[in-house]
C-alpha cells in the first residue's frame, strides 16, 4: 500500500520517514519529494508497505503527530491511474485567400 504523507519540514530524510514507519511494519520503499532544480524538500513524499494492515497502522497511529516541529499528515492514497499524455501536434496556420482578392 502506498502512503502519502504531507506536511514536513524541508530538512527532513527519508531516513526520518523510516524510522517513524517501520515501527509499525517493513517499508519496501520511500520517495521524499524534491523540486528538480534545487533539489530542496517539498514537503511530502510517499512511503511503500507491503501489508496493508501494517499501512493502516501507520496511518493510524502517526497522521497528525510531529517530525521536527512539524504536524504530519498521513493518508491511504487512491489507486494509481495511468495516464496517456497526448502531444498536440499544433499545425502552422494556414493562409485563406478569398477568391478575387490578391
Same mark, same amino acid.
Given at each position: 500500500?502506498?502512503?502519502?504523507?504531507?506536511?514536513?519540514?524541508? *530538512?527532513?530524510? &527519508?531516513?526520518?520517514?523510516? *524510522?517513524?514507519? &517501520?515501527?509499525?511494519?517493513?517499508?519496501t520503499a520511500i520517495n521524499v519529494m524534491k523540486d528538480e532544480i534545487s533539489e530542496h524538500v517539498l514537503g511530502f513524499g510517499f512511503v511503500e508497505m507491503p501489508d496493508s494492515a501494517a499501512a493502516h497502522r501507520a496511518i493510524a497511529g502517526l497522521n497528525r503527530t510531529t517530525l521536527k516541529g512539524s504536524t504530519l499528515i498521513v493518508c491511504e492514497t487512491a489507486p494509481r491511474v495511468e495516464r496517456r499524455r497526448f502531444a498536440q501536434k499544433?499545425?502552422?496556420?494556414?493562409?485563406?485567400?478569398?477568391?478575387?482578392?490578391?
Open positions: 500500500m502506498v502512503i502519502f504523507v504531507g506536511n514536513f519540514s524541508g *530538512d527532513t530524510s &527519508e531516513h526520518d520517514l523510516l *524510522d517513524k514507519f &517501520e515501527q509499525y511494519g517493513q517499508v499544433q499545425s502552422a496556420p494556414r493562409q485563406v485567400h478569398a477568391v478575387g482578392q490578391g
